[in-house]
């Protein structure tokens, strides 16, 4: 079983900056392809940003130049940097793990979830 932690969301005003971690319990972490979702109320949940295990990325249209996704396989950890918030930005972001090389935005190609973290942009 791989437990999923993420920490870091909060409140913040538009403009600013907050930074996502998620800590995984997964044996051979660096085996897996991790990734960032997010999902607002009444809203699907929708992809952020990937990265696979060969450290390859890709993003939403909506969060490329603002958001940075990172992964330290020696810590088991993945991060998303998020600057240039905006209020559209705010949702529950969950941090998810498959298995294999392949990175992708595809919720349902997923095949572990964390409970989420909360952020919030004010304008």
């Known amino acids: 079983q791989v437990q999923l932690v993420e920490s870091g969301g909060g409140s ?3 403009g600013g900056s907050l930074k996502l971690s998620c800590t995984s319990s997964a044996y051979a972490y660096s085996t897996y392809s991790m990734a960032w979702f997010r999902q607002a109320p009444g809203k ?3 992809g ?3 990265v696979a295990r060969d450290g390859g990325t890709i993003y939403a249209d909506s969060v490329k130049g603002r958001f940075t996704i990172s992964r330290d396989n020696a810590k088991n950890t993945l991060n998303l940097q998020m ?3 905006k209020p ?3 949702a529950m972001y969950f941090c998810a793990a498959r298995g294999g090389p392949l990175k992708t935005l595809e ?3 997923y095949h572990h979830w964390g409970r989420g973290t909360q952020v ?3 304008s």
């Open 48 to 50: 952020v940003a990937a």
């Open 88 to 90: 559209e930005d705010t």
């Open 44 to 46: 699907e949940r929708e």
């Open 12 to 14: 913040v005003r538009s």
């Open 83 to 85: 600057n240039s918030l």
């Open 120 to 122: 919030t942009v004010s």
């Open 107 to 109: 919720a349902r190609l």
